[in-house]
């Protein structure tokens, strides 16, 4: 890959997120924003007179003849990321795919296959990964802080955090999934990158349609126009992974249930030296008498591997042959293929081996 001087992007959705996206783009010093795409046009001509982007279209298709584009960040309706993100791909653009990667593995596959065909940068852009808190206690495990890592439990669990019912979200031919594809699958990512652990062997899990269904449960994101669409996706989940050198993961994730906080969210480790939670930065261990005295200390301090904590700048440095993606395929892939096994195995009832 020839590496780039500065990087021209195009934006495919102009909904909520590609708001705080056009910004982080356009701070970066070698990039910028110069197209826009929405079959919604009024959304599009909002976004770029605020953000001071020239070029504005209705379909993806004319946004990708623009041979100006170096890369673009998609961030649409779940349904339309892998079709978007191939046919990015095609016109030889590189790419940055909003979360969750795909409706399933399969689909997730046919984009990783095309962008090493074609030799372009692919990546999703778990933002979650990049803030102080994460890398803190990532670069921890990496000095081998906590000992054997054998058991981490990660969730979001919302009281009421449905993004407005009546929209593409509450959808499962749109959305594949619901809490689970929204949030489920940040806390999953996150465990996995803190505790370095991409190699899962079997998974159990249940979903839950017990809120959105009933018209409850709505939270405040989102600006979709609200429609008569179906709620028929989940808005609670559970899940027990194994991996192969015999650690497990708990993930649990809700956009409604009843509980006493209206928001929950963590990655908490059990290490056999010294256990952590990643928000806040928190290290739990011995004293120097294990018998007497414990320990419990803020991991705020130092320098960060990614000072701009940002996925948008990580591309781009990428792109500009300075920087590691910090979101590899690989890793994006096992992430999707657990998140298929939760589907199949609350269908079935039965655990799923990878
Ligand atoms: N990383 C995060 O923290 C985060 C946060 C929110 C949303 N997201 C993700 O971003 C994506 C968009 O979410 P949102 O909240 O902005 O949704 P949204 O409903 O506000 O916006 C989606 C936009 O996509 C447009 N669209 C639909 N089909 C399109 C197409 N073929 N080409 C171009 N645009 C098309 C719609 O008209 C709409 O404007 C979702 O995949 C969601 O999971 C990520």
New binding site residues.
């Given amino acids: 890959m020839k590496a780039l001087n500065t990087v021209n992007f195009g934006l495919?959705?102009?909904?909520?997120?590609?708001w705080s996206a056009a910004e982080a783009i356009n701070k970066h010093a070698n990039a910028r924003v110069r197209a826009i795409?929405?079959?919604?046009l009024d959304?599009a001509r909002a976004l770029a007179a605020a953000r001071d982007i020239p070029a504005v279209s209705a379909s993806?298709e004319e946004l990708l003849a623009d041979r100006g584009l170096d890369a673009v960040y998609i961030?649409?309706?779940?349904k339309?990321?892998a079709p978007?993100a191939r046919l990015a791909l095609a016109a030889g653009k590189h790419v940055i795919l909003?979360?969750?990667f795909a409706m399933n593995y399969a689909e997730a596959r046919q984009v990783t296959d095309l962008a090493a065909k074609k030799g372009l940068a692919f990546t999703v852009?778990m933002?979650q990964r990049f803030n102080a808190d994460s890398q803190r206690v990532r670069a921890l495990v990496e000095k081998n802080f906590f000992g054997e890592i054998y058991h981490a439990k990660a969730y979001w669990r919302r009281r009421a955090g449905i993004?407005r019912l009546g929209?593409?979200f509450g959808n499962k031919a749109l959305a594949g999934a619901g809490s689970l594809?929204?949030i489920g699958v940040?806390m999953l990512d996150l465990c996995l990158h803190v505790i370095g652990n991409f190699d899962p062997v079997s998974v159990s899990g249940q979903t839950y349609t017990k809120f959105g269904n009933r018209g409850l449960g709505e939270g405040g994101?989102?600006?979709?126009e609200r429609g008569d669409i179906k709620f028929d996706v989940d808005d609670f989940a559970t899940a027990l992974i194994r991996f192969r050198n015999g650690a497990t993961v708990t993930l649990d994730t809700s956009w409604a249930c009843h509980q006493a906080d209206g928001n929950r969210d963590n990655v908490e480790i059990n290490g056999t030296e010294a256990g952590a939670t990643v928000r806040p930065a928190r290290v739990y261990r011995y004293g120097k008498n294990p018998l007497t005295s414990y320990e419990v200390i803020d991991v705020d301090k130092g320098p960060l591997a990614l000072p701009h904590q940002c996925r948008f700048h990580n591309f781009i440095n990428h792109l500009r042959g300075k920087e590691a993606l910090l979101v590899t395929v690989p890793q994006a892939l096992t992430v999707q293929k657990i998140l298929d096994a939760i589907a199949r195995s609350s269908k079935t009832g039965r655990e799923v081996r990878l």
């Avoid at 495919?12 to 590609?18: E, M, N, Q, V």
């Avoid at 795409?37 to 919604?40: L, T």
């Avoid at 994101?221 to 979709?224: A, F, L, T, V």
């Fill in positions: 495919i959705g102009a909904g909520a997120i590609a795409s929405d079959p919604n959304r993806a961030a649409t309706p779940n339309f990321h978007l909003e979360k969750p852009g933002n993004p929209t593409w594809y929204d940040h994101w989102g600006n979709s």
